[in-house]
């Protein structure tokens, strides 16, 4: 007798596809049970699939999955939420696959992380319905950091462990935090980094997303914290992302900070 068919219910945000022979497409979620997983969806290029809609990047589904030989199988989409908005804005579209590749770098296929999850599906929301898709940005970044064991040490310097003071400091990608100015010059390397960028990121480390929004950013602390942090997610992943160099061209075009 054929051994039946297991299905699953599952939430995900789509982070990227590829196709896959003749008419398929691999699949990357984001998923709310299960972490980040690879699945196939047999069909979708196809003219007539009804599945393809709901299964471009940054759209939040409802999927039922069938286990295949080696990777289980859409067998059934829904969108919950396609983030239209954000999708009528190029340099929203800049942001959202920026905050998914970050996930997609410091994430595998490890099991369920429903904080991560739900950071991600909330982002994805600001990005599409805020006035300040960039402070969105940050605020994801500091949060991903947490989440990922990676939080900057901002309340005293990282190599001789004495209280941060209110003037500009040093940066340090190795040792995960700030360096008092004495440690930052002697040590050399160390990323500079503003009293005004520093309360910035303190105050975005302490804060749910409604408290940190009453913090004023100006545009230079947003283009500081933005290099500062690129500096960091290098480091950290031993080389750089692709698509803060596309949210560079957008922003250079006049697109929506």
């Not at 051994?3 to 691999?26: K, M, N, P, Q, Y």
């Not at 959202?96 to 970050?102: D, T």
Request: proline fraction near 4%; include cysteine; aromatic fraction near 8%.
């Amino acid at each position: 007798m054929p051994v039946r068919e297991r299905s699953t219910r599952i939430e995900a945000v789509v982070l990227s596809h590829i196709d896959w022979g003749e008419a398929d497409r691999l699949l990357w979620l984001y998923t709310r049970e299960v972490g980040k997983v690879r699945v196939v969806a047999k069909g979708v290029r196809k003219m007539r699939s009804r599945k393809a809609g709901h299964l471009e990047p940054f759209t939040y589904v409802s999927l039922l999955l069938a286990k295949g030989r080696d990777l289980s199988i859409v067998t059934q989409a829904e969108t919950i939420d396609s983030y239209l908005p954000l999708r009528e804005n190029l340099a929203r579209v800049a942001y959202a696959a920026y905050i998914v590749e970050l996930l997609d770098r410091f994430t595998y296929e490890e099991g369920e992380n429903l904080t991560l999850f739900r950071l991600l599906t909330d982002t994805l929301a600001r990005l599409s319905e805020s006035e300040d898709p960039a402070f969105a940005v940050r605020f994801y970044e500091i949060r991903l950091l947490d989440l990922i064991g990676f939080r900057p040490q901002l309340l005293q310097c990282s190599q001789c462990n004495n209280p941060i003071k209110p003037e500009d400091q040093y940066f340090s990608a190795a040792l995960g935090g700030v360096l008092c100015p004495k440690c930052g010059v002697e040590l050399g390397g160390a990323h500079p980094i503003s009293q005004g960028a520093v309360r910035a990121l303190r105050h975005l480390q302490r804060s749910s997303f409604s408290e940190a929004r009453r913090l004023p950013i100006s545009e230079a602390i947003h283009q500081e914290l933005e290099r500062l942090l690129q500096y960091y997610f290098t480091y950290l992943l031993e080389r750089g992302l692709n698509t803060p160099a596309f949210m560079r061209l957008i922003d250079k075009k006049g697109g929506v900070r």
